[in-house]
C-alpha cells in the first residue's frame, strides 16, 4: 500500500473513531461557507447538542489536527536516504513546521471562547504559512521532484481541512460578534494612549520608552566581559527556566552569530541601531532555505526588541538571505535596523508591530504572511544586481480567509545612499504578490521617486492581479501620485476615511480580526 492510500485508511479511521456517524444535512448551513464544502460534510458533527457553527467548528478543528499529526508523525519516521542535503534541509523544516502547526491547532481548539476566536483565526493562519512554507524550502533548492517522496504533503487533503477550518472559526466569530454589542468582540482598541499596543504590560512600555540600557537587565551580554556573558547564545541558555519577561541588555557590540529564540517572553535590549549590531550571512546559495537562513529568527511568542541591528551580509549576489525572521505571535520592534538585500526581514507570521525601525534591501525586502504593521518606520531601497528590479513588499496570503496583511503607516519609502546615484536605471516597485491572496496596504506614507509609476510589479504574469488586495490611502511625495498605478482588479486608491478606516486599529478585516496597532489617526468615522 502506498504512503497516499495509508494517509486515506488512517484519516478514516481518525474519522470514524472520534466523530461516529456522520450527520451533514444539520451542518451543511455551515459548510456551504467553507471553499471546501464536501470535504466538510463528511465530518460528523456532535448529536447530543444543537447544530451550531461551534459545533462544526469543533469538529472540523479536530479533525484537522488529527491530520497534522500525522503527516508530521510520517515526516519524523521517513527514509532520507533519497535525499541530498539539501533536501535533509527542507525536511528538516517541515519537521519543526509541523509540530508548530500542531501547537497552533491545538491553542485554536481550546479557544472556543468567542473573545479568543479571532486569536485562532492568527494561530490558524500561522498554521496555512507553515505548510506553504514546508513546501517552499524544496522549491528554494529547486527540489520539487523531491516532493514526491512527500506525497502526503502535496496530495493530501489537510491544506484544504484546514482551509475550512479557517473559514469555520470566522463565521463562529462573526456568529459571536453579531449576539454581542460588547466592543471586546466586535473590535479591539489595541493601541493605548501613548502609541503602544495595549498587551504590553506598564512595565514594558517604561523599557521601550527609555533611553540606554536598562538599570536592572536580568542578563547582560557584553564582548568586553563587563557582562554575565560574551554571547546572546549563552544569554539564552542562562535565561531558560526564568518565569516571566526576561530582559536580556546587549551592549555595544557587532556579534557574529546566528540566533534562535523559542522561549516565551524574552526582550532584547541594545545600546542604538548600529551600535548593538548582530550579524551572519547564512543564504540560499550556500544551502539554508529562505526560512533556516535567518540571522535572528523568534518563535516563542511575546518577543521585544529595541535599539539594535539585525543584519544579513550575505550580499545581492547570494539572493536569499534573511536579517530577521518572526513567527513570535505579540511581538515588538522599536527601534530597530534591519538591513539585507533580497528578503531581509521575514515577517513570517502571527501579530507584530513595527515602530521607529529602519529597513534595507533589494528584492522582496519585507515578506512573509504576518499581521504585522509598520508606523513611523523608514524603507531604504538598495542597489540590487544589474538585472534586477527592486520589490519593498512580498505578502504571503495563500487563503482570503487568512486575517493577514502588511499595514505601512505614517512611514517613509526612499532610495538608499547606494541606489540614489543610479535609481533611474533601476525600476523599484512596492510590492509584487507572492501568494494568490497577497494583501498590501500603504497609508500616509511619504514616498519618493525611487519608486516606479507603475507603483507594483506582477509576480508571473496575470497570477493574483485580481485575488489580491493592494491598497493606497492619502500618501504623498514625488513617488505617491496615482495616476499611472497598475490597472489591476484587485489594487484600490482608497479616498475614504472610512474605508481606510477597515485597516486601523480594531477594524482590520471588518473588525473581525486582532490588529497590533497601527497609529491612523483617530477621527469619529474610525
Same mark, same amino acid.
Given at each position: 500500500?502506498?504512503?497516499?492510500?495509508?494517509?486515506?485508511?488512517?484519516?478514516?479511521?481518525?474519522?470514524?473513531?472520534?466523530?461516529?456517524?456522520?450527520?451533514?444535512?444539520?451542518?451543511?448551513?455551515?459548510?456551504?461557507?467553507?471553499?471546501?464544502?464536501?470535504?466538510?460534510?463528511?465530518?460528523?458533527?456532535?448529536?447530543?447538542?444543537?447544530?451550531?457553527?461551534?459545533?462544526?467548528?469543533?469538529?472540523?478543528? &479536530?479533525?484537522?489536527?488529527?491530520?497534522?499529526?500525522?503527516?508530521?508523525?510520517?515526516?519524523?519516521?521517513?527514509?532520507?536516504?533519497?535525499?541530498?542535503?539539501?533536501?535533509?534541509?527542507?525536511?528538516?523544516?517541515?519537521?519543526?513546521?509541523?509540530?508548530?502547526?500542531?501547537?497552533?491547532?491545538?491553542?485554536?481548539?481550546?479557544?472556543?471562547?468567542?473573545?479568543?476566536?479571532?486569536?485562532?483565526?492568527?494561530?490558524?493562519?500561522?498554521?496555512?504559512?507553515?505548510?506553504?512554507?514546508?513546501?517552499?524550502?524544496?522549491?528554494?533548492?529547486?527540489?520539487?521532484?523531491?516532493?514526491?517522496?512527500?506525497?502526503?504533503?502535496?496530495?493530501?487533503?489537510?491544506?484544504?481541512?484546514?482551509?475550512?477550518?479557517?473559514?469555520?472559526?470566522?463565521?463562529?466569530?462573526?456568529?459571536?460578534?453579531?449576539?454581542?454589542?460588547?466592543?471586546?468582540?466586535?473590535?479591539?482598541?489595541?493601541?493605548?494612549?501613548?502609541?503602544?499596543?495595549?498587551?504590553?504590560?506598564?512595565?514594558?512600555?517604561?523599557?521601550?520608552?527609555?533611553?540606554?540600557?536598562?538599570?536592572?537587565?536580568?542578563?547582560?551580554?557584553?564582548?568586553?566581559?563587563?557582562?554575565?556573558?560574551?554571547?546572546?547564545?549563552?544569554?539564552?541558555?542562562?535565561?531558560?527556566?526564568?518565569?516571566?519577561?526576561?530582559?536580556?541588555?546587549?551592549?555595544?557590540?557587532?556579534? &557574529?552569530?546566528?540566533?534562535?529564540?523559542?522561549?516565551?517572553?524574552?526582550?532584547?535590549?541594545?545600546?542604538?541601531?548600529?551600535?548593538?549590531?548582530?550579524?551572519?550571512?547564512?543564504?540560499?546559495?550556500?544551502?539554508?532555505?529562505?526560512?533556516?537562513?535567518?540571522?535572528?529568527?523568534?518563535?516563542?511568542?511575546?518577543?521585544?526588541?529595541?535599539?539594535?541591528?539585525?543584519?544579513?551580509? #550575505?550580499?545581492?549576489?547570494?539572493?536569499?538571505?534573511?536579517?530577521?525572521?518572526?513567527?513570535?505571535?505579540?511581538?515588538?520592534?522599536?527601534?530597530?535596523?534591519?538591513?539585507?538585500?533580497?528578503?531581509?526581514?521575514?515577517?513570517?507570521?502571527?501579530?507584530?508591530?513595527?515602530?521607529?525601525?529602519?529597513?534595507?534591501?533589494?528584492?522582496?525586502?519585507?515578506?512573509?504572511?504576518?499581521?504585522?504593521?509598520?508606523?513611523?518606520?523608514?524603507?531604504?531601497?538598495?542597489?540590487?544586481?544589474?538585472?534586477?528590479?527592486?520589490?519593498?513588499?512580498?505578502?504571503?496570503?495563500?487563503?482570503?480567509?487568512?486575517?493577514?496583511?502588511?499595514?505601512?503607516?505614517?512611514?517613509?519609502?526612499?532610495?538608499?545612499?547606494?541606489?540614489?546615484?543610479?535609481?533611474?536605471?533601476?525600476?523599484?516597485?512596492?510590492?509584487?504578490?507572492?501568494?494568490?491572496?497577497?494583501?498590501?496596504?500603504?497609508?500616509?506614507?511619504?514616498?519618493?521617486?525611487?519608486?516606479?509609476? #507603475?507603483?507594483?510589479?506582477?509576480?508571473?504574469?496575470?497570477?493574483?492581479?485580481?485575488?489580491?488586495?493592494?491598497?493606497?490611502?492619502?500618501?504623498?511625495?514625488?513617488?505617491?501620485?496615482?495616476?499611472?498605478?497598475?490597472?489591476?482588479?484587485?489594487?484600490?486608491?482608497?479616498?475614504?476615511?472610512?474605508?481606510?478606516?477597515?485597516?486601523?486599529?480594531?477594524?482590520?478585516?471588518?473588525?473581525?480580526?486582532?490588529?497590533?496597532?497601527?497609529?491612523?489617526?483617530?477621527?469619529?468615522?474610525?
Amino acid at each position: 500500500m502506498d504512503k497516499l492510500a495509508i494517509f486515506a485508511l488512517f484519516s478514516f479511521h481518525i474519522f470514524v473513531a472520534s466523530f461516529g456517524v456522520a450527520n451533514a444535512a444539520t451542518s451543511s448551513s455551515f459548510c456551504s461557507q467553507t471553499p471546501y464544502p464536501d470535504l466538510c460534510n463528511s465530518l460528523s458533527i456532535n448529536t447530543m447538542s444543537p447544530q451550531t457553527s461551534f459545533n462544526v467548528r469543533d469538529a472540523a478543528l &479536530k479533525f484537522t489536527l488529527s491530520q497534522a499529526q500525522y503527516v508530521q508523525k510520517l515526516l519524523s519516521t521517513m527514509d532520507l536516504s533519497s535525499l541530498n542535503q539539501l533536501g535533509k534541509s527542507a525536511w528538516a523544516d517541515c519537521v519543526e513546521l509541523y509540530e508548530d502547526s500542531i501547537d497552533n491547532l491545538n491553542r485554536a481548539i481550546t479557544s472556543a471562547n468567542p473573545t479568543k476566536l479571532d486569536d485562532a483565526q492568527t494561530w490558524l493562519s500561522a498554521a496555512i504559512a507553515n505548510h506553504q512554507t514546508c513546501q517552499n524550502g524544496f522549491l528554494d533548492f529547486q527540489l520539487s521532484s523531491n516532493l514526491q517522496s512527500f506525497p502526503f504533503l502535496v496530495n493530501s487533503t489537510f491544506s484544504k481541512h484546514l482551509s475550512n477550518s479557517l473559514a469555520i472559526n470566522k463565521a463562529a466569530l462573526s456568529a459571536a460578534a453579531a449576539h454581542s454589542s460588547t466592543q471586546q468582540i466586535k473590535g479591539r482598541r489595541l493601541l493605548s494612549s501613548n502609541g503602544f499596543p495595549e498587551w504590553l504590560s506598564v512595565g514594558d512600555r517604561k523599557l521601550l520608552q527609555s533611553s540606554g540600557g536598562p538599570t536592572k537587565a536580568d542578563i547582560t551580554v557584553a564582548q568586553d566581559g563587563s557582562g554575565n556573558y560574551k554571547t546572546i547564545a549563552e544569554a539564552l541558555a542562562a535565561a531558560k527556566g526564568k518565569g516571566g519577561r526576561v530582559v536580556i541588555y546587549v551592549k555595544q557590540g557587532i556579534y &557574529k552569530e546566528n540566533v534562535v529564540v523559542t522561549m516565551k517572553n524574552i526582550m532584547f535590549i541594545g545600546d542604538g541601531i548600529d551600535a548593538t549590531v548582530v550579524t551572519g550571512n547564512k543564504n540560499v546559495q550556500d544551502g539554508s532555505t529562505t526560512f533556516r537562513s535567518a540571522t535572528f529568527a523568534i518563535t516563542g511568542s511575546g518577543f521585544i526588541a529595541r535599539d539594535m541591528t539585525f543584519e544579513n551580509t #550575505a550580499g545581492p549576489q547570494k539572493h536569499q538571505a534573511v536579517a530577521l525572521r518572526s513567527g513570535s505571535d505579540l511581538s515588538v520592534f522599536y527601534r530597530c535596523s534591519f538591513k539585507g538585500y533580497q528578503d531581509t526581514l521575514y515577517v513570517y507570521a502571527q501579530r507584530q508591530f513595527y515602530r521607529d525601525c529602519d529597513v534595507y534591501g533589494t528584492q522582496d525586502f519585507v515578506f512573509g504572511d504576518a499581521i504585522v504593521v509598520f508606523q513611523n518606520c523608514n524603507f531604504n531601497l538598495r542597489r540590487p544586481l544589474g538585472n534586477q528590479m527592486n520589490t519593498l513588499t512580498a505578502q504571503a496570503r495563500t487563503d482570503p480567509n487568512e486575517n493577514t496583511g502588511i499595514i505601512i503607516h505614517n512611514s517613509r519609502i526612499t532610495a538608499a545612499s547606494d541606489l540614489k546615484s543610479v535609481q533611474g536605471s533601476i525600476r523599484s516597485y512596492l510590492g509584487r504578490p507572492w501568494q494568490k491572496y497577497s494583501r498590501t496596504v500603504i497609508m500616509t506614507t511619504s514616498i519618493d521617486n525611487v519608486i516606479d509609476p #507603475a507603483g507594483w510589479l506582477p509576480w508571473s504574469g496575470n497570477f493574483a492581479l485580481s485575488t489580491l488586495y493592494y491598497a493606497e490611502y492619502m500618501n504623498s511625495g514625488p513617488g505617491a501620485a496615482t495616476g499611472g498605478r497598475v490597472k489591476w482588479g484587485g489594487f484600490h486608491i482608497l479616498t475614504s476615511p472610512a474605508e481606510a478606516g477597515k485597516f486601523s486599529v480594531g477594524n482590520f478585516l471588518a473588525g473581525n480580526s486582532w490588529i497590533p496597532g497601527t497609529g491612523v489617526p483617530f477621527t469619529s468615522g474610525l
